[in-house]
């Protein structure tokens, strides 16, 4: 099993080579795809799930992309691009003949267009905080201005963005889906519906929505990389539960399961030689974790939070959940650029544990609350955290709730004591340690209706987080990583988390596909990366 | 009759303006935020409000409800805030596949459970009624959940005479039909097996026994016509269960009809759905209920309509 687990950060380094040498991939062919949910969107400005997030990858494209597999940023649409020195301006060439799905070429208007259209309040895009750096986003946004002064058409093969700030993050908000270029035709023609009749120049087209029951993609034969997608046809059957769709595999009436292996057969469906080649596990950027709210007594005290997080064995954890993750001990996943490697984080410790709540005041322990996510497996988890304060003399109460209700709770000052993420946990928008900062641990996220569950705002912090995000020049990169490194460790000194674990992905696909196991645990394209992926055999 | 008619009409549009009234409520009162939702985790704040405002979700309760209210009359329920489309265009789409798993469950409840009622009712006390029995206990105590995933491995995968979940040919309709009929046919057969011993020791029948009536007319003809008229009133009611059985039977067997779409809008907190799915549910259980008691006098001739008013 070791062999085929793979984590983003060994792809990106080791990729290049293996990728070079593979065998050309089958061409052609169909698969069915199954998910539980149907899909809400496939507009790139709303769509903002875990369903449709790949979907909408392979429908449009961007001016950036990273390279399958790997969270290495690469040109996409556009075909160069350029940082000025002092990283305020950003000019992109766009690439010749890449051509909408209508069959218009994409050109710098649409750029611009596109931006615009996602920031514009009107559109209600859930993605629109992405582009804050870009200058002039906040006169638009408040009406005072019918354009974004910060994005310039230089001529049709030429988009030129102006910042207000050097962002060294501006290259992936480029290239997030909420970035992605549409035609301003087909927008206007399919008005608020376009999320139902998407036109994009990705490598895949929709050809048939059934509501409720199917979506198809064919293949976009203009598509601007020489013979991608490796499929011809995908269809998406929507509606079927993650068990029923593991029946359909085994029976051949669906290749693979969108939504993974349902916990009850992980077990027999892991231990089982048959689907020794079906099952892939991979690494995935999301950190699941218990926020202390340090505004709330007596999570105000260093100590207890330390206490706390050398009170709870996440070793036993891990297990609980049939060991689908490994556990953490600092709020970055291993797989994002910035995680230490040599970083210890507080050992499961009772004994110490309950020296620090003495060095509290707090030797007869306390009561506190447990918020949780009331979905299996989480009730479960928090009842092994309850368990495990209780030795320590930590007496959590548990409140189980819907998950729109913890989230509320968590946004609201002094309302949550204790929150565990599990189910609603950080998952990165982009594979950049400054995505798990700024809206779960940094003074922005410290609002009312904010994802900072802890409460926790550290100036110092802030300010070096700002400094190491305007290192932008791409030969800094390590120096701003080490930077990143050092913010997180800090973090740790004063523990407003309870780092417990990264979620490993297994997804299961059935014998007919084959290829490259990268494209299945893509860390950009969850769950899988429909372009690459293809038939087995040659 | 007219007035009967159009009395119960009334009654039911008051009815629907009442759910309508305590689900907006209920939605107006959850803790959880339609705007923050819609706005994602990157939002500011004044994003957040932005949008609350665009949605008027930031008007007083009573502003919003009559502007639902006024539209609503008008037949628009309204933009779906996750989707953007109209709810009437989903839920138009997302109907015809559970009208159709309903029909199919009431074929299989009273087929399979008239039979067994009657067969039960023939040998009272005997090995066939005591199996049959149990067989409706079971019937009647099964999750549906259950039940469905059972179906689906013995007769999809082990089997291999139906598709695994899916909609669009009548194979695909068997085995979630099925499921959901299997509760009623559970009932329906422990109902209509006490019917038919209290018919069958009634007066009349023994009045066609003595005429020298074969067996099989007095048990049909004679006895079952009498019998099985409760359990026609029954079916409207049915209809009711059948909206909450399908929100499990859909999910379990991929069948897009509005069960499934509600499930989802919950967990999105998607308003504009909830409420029209609702309503279309309210309607539905209203119609049935009017259609049980109008199918009544023509069954049983005792029956009589009263409007309202003559109560």
Same mark, same amino acid.
């Given at each position: 099993?070791k062999r ?5 950060a060994?792809m990106?380094?080791s990729l290049?080579?293996?990728m070079a040498?593979?065998?050309?991939p089958k061409?052609?062919?169909?698969i069915?795809?199954?998910y539980?949910?149907?899909i ?11 369903v449709?997030?790949s979907m909408?990858?392979?429908l449009f ?6 390279k ?9 649409l556009?075909e160069s ?7 305020l301006t950003?000019?992109f060439?766009l690439?010749?003949?890449a ?12 750029v611009?267009y596109?931006?615009? =259209?996602?920031i ?16 002039g986003?906040?006169?638009f946004?408040?009406?005072?201005a019918?354009e974004i ?7 049709p093969?030429?988009?030129k ?12 908000a480029?290239?997030i889906n909420?970035?992605?270029?549409v035609?301003k035709e087909?927008?206007?023609a399919a008005?608020k ?9 990705g490598?895949?087209?929709l050809a048939e929505w059934?509501?409720?029951q199917?979506?198809?993609?064919k293949?976009n034969p ?5 013979g991608?997608?490796?499929?011809d046809q995908?269809t998406?059957?929507?509606g079927l539960e993650p068990?029923?769709?593991i029946?359909?595999?085994e029976?051949?009436e669906?290749d693979?399961?969108?939504d993974?292996?349902p916990p009850?057969?992980?077990? @027999?469906?892991?231990?089982d030689p ?7 596990e ?18 105000d005290k ?5 206490a706390v997080n050398?009170?709870?064995d996440?070793?036993r954890i891990?297990?609980i959940i049939?060991?689908?993750a490994?556990?953490a ?6 797989s994002m650029?910035?995680?230490?490697k040599?970083?210890q ?13 003495k060095?509290?005041g707090l030797?007869k322990g306390?009561k506190?609350?447990?918020y949780?996510y009331n979905?299996d497996?989480?009730?479960?988890i928090?009842q ?7 030795k320590?003399?930590?007496?959590a109460q548990i409140?189980?709730?819907?998950q ?7 946004g609201? #000052?002094?309302?949550a004591?204790?929150?565990w993420?599990?189910g609603?946990?950080?998952i ?13 641990l940094g ?11 802890s409460?926790?705002?550290n ?5 070096r987080?700002?400094?190491a ?11 701003r990583?080490?930077m990143?490194?050092?913010i997180f460790?800090?973090?740790?000194k004063d ?7 990264n979620?490993q992905r297994?997804?299961?696909?059935s014998?007919r596909?084959?290829g490259?196991?990268a ?5 950009v394209r969850?769950p ?11 | 009759?007219?007035r009967?008619l159009?009395g119960?009409?009334? @009654?039911?549009a008051?009815?629907?303006v009442g ?6 409520v209920l ?5 959880a935020?339609? #705007? ?6 990157s #939002?500011t704040?004044?994003?957040?409000e932005?949008i609350r405002? @665009?949605?008027g979700l ?8 009559t502007r639902?209210?006024g539209?609503l009359?008008q ?5 779906s ?7 009437t265009?989903?839920?138009a ?5 559970t009208l ?5 469950a009431?074929?299989?409840e009273l087929?399979i459970?008239?039979t067994?009622?009657? /067969? ?11 199996g ?15 039940a469905?995933? /059972?179906?689906?491995y013995?007769?999809?995968?082990q089997?291999d005479?139906?598709?695994?979940g ?9 085995l979630?039909? /099925?499921?959901l009929? /299997?509760?009623g046919?559970?009932?329906?057969s =422990?109902m209509?097996?006490?019917a ?18 074969s067996?099989?007319?007095v048990v049909?003809?004679?006895a ?5 008229l ?7 009611? &049915? ?9 499990i039977?859909?999910s379990?067997?991929?069948?897009p009809?509005i069960?499934?779409?509600a499930w989802?809008a919950?967990q999105q907190?998607d308003?504009p759905i909830i409420?029209?799915v ?7 259980i209203?119609l ?6 109008l199918?009544?006098?023509?069954? &049983?001739?005792?029956? =009589?309509?009263?409007?309202p008013t003559n109560?």
């Amino acid at each position: 099993m070791k062999r085929r687990v793979l984590l983003a950060a060994l792809m990106a380094a080791s990729l290049i080579g293996p990728m070079a040498q593979a065998q050309t991939p089958k061409q052609g062919g169909s698969i069915v795809v199954t998910y539980k949910d149907d899909i809400v969107t496939l507009d790139p400005a709303i769509g903002y799930d875990w369903v449709n997030w790949s979907m909408i990858k392979s429908l449009f494209s961007r001016l950036m992309e990273y390279k399958p597999g790997t969270a290495e940023l690469v040109p996409g649409l556009a075909e160069s691009y350029d940082i000025s020195k002092d990283g305020l301006t950003y000019t992109f060439k766009l690439r010749k003949g890449a051509k909408f799905h209508n069959g218009r070429e994409v050109v710098a208007q649409d750029v611009k267009y596109s931006l615009e =259209r996602t920031i514009n309040p009107k559109t209600e895009s859930p993605g629109a905080g992405f582009f804050d750096s870009i200058s002039g986003t906040d006169a638009f946004k408040k009406g005072k201005a019918k354009e974004i002064k910060g994005i310039t058409v230089v001529d049709p093969g030429t988009v030129k963005f102006t910042l207000t700030r050097p962002d060294a993050t501006f290259l992936h908000a480029i290239a997030i889906n909420f970035a992605s270029v549409v035609p301003k035709e087909a927008v206007d023609a399919a008005g608020k519906d376009f999320g139902k009749k998407p036109v994009g120049s990705g490598a895949f087209m929709l050809a048939e929505w059934k509501l409720g029951q199917q979506l198809v993609f064919k293949r976009n034969p203009d598509y601007y990389v020489p013979g991608v997608p490796r499929l011809d046809q995908i269809t998406f059957q929507v509606g079927l539960e993650p068990m029923t769709a593991i029946l359909k595999i085994e029976k051949g009436e669906a290749d693979f399961a969108g939504d993974g292996i349902p916990p009850a057969k992980f077990l @027999q469906i892991r231990n089982d030689p048959k689907y020794k080649d079906s099952i892939i596990e991979g690494g995935q950027l999301q950190t699941g974790y218990v926020t202390m709210n340090v505004q709330m007594k007596p999570f105000d005290k260093v100590e207890v939070r330390q206490a706390v997080n050398m009170a709870i064995d996440k070793q036993r954890i891990v297990k609980i959940i049939n060991n689908r993750a490994v556990p953490a001990n600092q709020p970055l996943p291993p797989s994002m650029p910035g995680y230490d490697k040599n970083y210890q984080g507080y050992a499961y410790d009772p004994a110490k544990a309950k020296e620090l709540l003495k060095q509290a005041g707090l030797e007869k322990g306390f009561k506190t609350t447990l918020y949780v996510y009331n979905v299996d497996p989480n009730p479960r988890i928090a009842q092994a955290i309850q368990e495990d304060l209780k030795k320590v003399g930590i007496d959590a109460q548990i409140k189980a709730l819907a998950q729109a209700n913890v989230i509320a709770a968590g946004g609201k #000052a002094k309302t949550a004591p204790m929150i565990w993420s599990g189910g609603m946990a950080w998952i990165a928008d982009f594979p950049d340690p400054s995505n798990f900062y700024g809206p779960i641990l940094g003074c922005a996220g410290a609002t009312p209706g904010g994802w900072n569950w802890s409460w926790y705002c550290n100036k110092e912090l802030d300010a070096r987080a700002a400094k190491a995000d305007a290192l932008s020049d791409p030969s800094k990169a390590a120096e701003r990583e080490e930077m990143w490194r050092g913010i997180f460790t800090d973090i740790m000194k004063d523990a407003p988390w309870v780092p417990i674990f990264n979620e490993q992905r297994f997804i299961m696909h059935s014998k007919r596909l084959g290829g490259n196991d990268a494209y299945y645990v893509d860390p950009v394209r969850i769950p899988i990366n429909y372009d690459y992926i293809h038939l087995s055999g040659n | 009759m007219i007035r009967y008619l159009l009395g119960r009409l009334g @009654q039911a549009a008051l009815l629907l303006v009442g759910v309508s009234f305590i689900t907006f409520v209920l939605l107006y009162i959850l803790p959880a935020d339609p #705007a923050r939702q819609l706005a994602g985790r990157s #939002a500011t704040p004044e994003t957040v409000e932005a949008i609350r405002v @665009q949605l008027g979700l930031d008007r007083p309760f009573h502003e919003q409800y009559t502007r639902y209210l006024g539209n609503l009359v008008q037949g628009d329920l309204g933009r779906s805030y996750a989707q953007k489309t109209e709810v009437t265009e989903v839920v138009a789409a997302r109907l015809p596949p559970t009208l159709l798993l309903m029909a199919g469950a009431i074929v299989v409840e009273l087929a399979i459970g008239l039979t067994i009622g009657v /067969l039960a009712a023939l040998r009272p006390g005997s090995r066939f009624d005591h199996g049959a029995m149990i067989l409706s206990f079971v019937g009647v105590s099964t999750p549906q959940f259950v039940a469905g995933i /059972l179906m689906l491995y013995v007769f999809s995968v082990q089997l291999d005479w139906f598709p695994v979940g899916g909609y669009g040919t009548w194979r695909h309709l068997v085995l979630p039909a /099925l499921t959901l009929g /299997l509760l009623g046919a559970g009932w329906y057969s =422990r109902m209509m097996r006490s019917a038919m011993l209290d018919v069958m020791a009634r007066d009349f029948v023994r009045t066609a026994r003595a005429k020298g009536v074969s067996e099989w007319r007095v048990v049909l003809v004679h006895a079952f016509r009498n019998a099985v008229l409760p359990i026609v009133a029954m079916i409207g009611i &049915d209809i009711g269960l059948f909206m909450s059985g399908a929100v499990i039977v859909e999910s379990v067997f991929g069948w897009p009809g509005i069960g499934q779409l509600a499930w989802q809008a919950i967990q999105q907190v998607d308003i504009p759905i909830i409420m029209g799915v609702t309503l279309v549910a309210a309607v539905a259980i209203v119609l049935g209920n009017l259609l049980a008691d109008l199918v009544a006098p023509f069954m &049983d001739p005792r029956v =009589r309509l009263r409007t309202p008013t003559n109560r």
